[in-house]
């Protein structure tokens, strides 16, 4: 219990600060995370690494330019920002890099690569 209350002190300033950037309509991408996080669907570890990810200002650049493919969603497009630096990156991607990413098979590889082209 100390550990929850301890890491809430810790993140709350992170995620207020992603909800003020976030004006969309519902909650924010940050607020779902943290609701994940307090029902107790996700693990300590598994916030952690989605909030440094929902926080990163590159990744949502990323995210943002990927969601829109067919096949991507939310899900997928955090696995690609995780593993490339840019939007660049996914673009110059090959097939082999793409599938190397876990839940990323043949088929979302290569609509991705049709996207950039």
């Known amino acids: 219990m100390c550990l929850l209350v301890w890491l809430s002190s810790q993140v709350r300033p992170a995620v207020d600060r992603a909800v003020a950037w976030?004006?969309?309509?519902?909650?924010?991408?940050?607020?779902?995370?943290?609701?994940?996080?307090?029902?107790?669907?996700?693990t300590d570890e598994e916030f952690e690494r989605?909030?440094?990810?929902?926080?990163?200002?590159?990744?949502?650049?990323?995210r943002e330019a990927v969601e829109e493919i067919d096949g991507v969603g939310t899900e997928r497009s955090a696995l690609l920002a995780d593993r490339f630096e840019s939007v660049e990156a996914v673009r110059r991607a090959s097939r082999d890099e793409l599938t190397a990413i876990n839940d990323i098979g043949p088929s979302t590889a290569a609509d991705v690569q049709a996207h950039f082209e």
Do not use: F, H, K
């Open 22 to 42: 976030y004006r969309g309509p519902g909650p924010s991408p940050v607020e779902q995370l943290q609701q994940e996080w307090v029902d107790n669907e996700i």
């Open 50 to 62: 989605r909030l440094e990810l929902a926080l990163d200002e590159r990744a949502v650049v990323i």
